[in-house]
């Protein structure tokens, strides 16, 4: 009679681990989805920023700036 007590409490156990499993499963999947459908941005004193996703946006949106800043700089320069 022991032996059949401890069988049904082992599967009593597995089935559990099982639910378990099937939970922890299905919440990193609904957090995956929500990560990869989330918004790429930056959030500072002004608030949250979008960033633009294109093709090596960082390296377009650093010439731009870069590019800005010169321009600026020369423009204050030609005012003196």
Known sequence: MADGIGCAALRGMLLALGII???AMGALGVITRSLSKS???YED???FHLIRSTKG????LRRKSRQTH???LKGARANV
């Open 70 to 72: 010169a321009g600026s």
């Open 45 to 47: 004193e002004q608030g």
């Open 57 to 60: 946006s960082a390296v377009l």
């Open 21 to 23: 499993a099937v939970i």
């Open 39 to 41: 918004p790429e941005g």
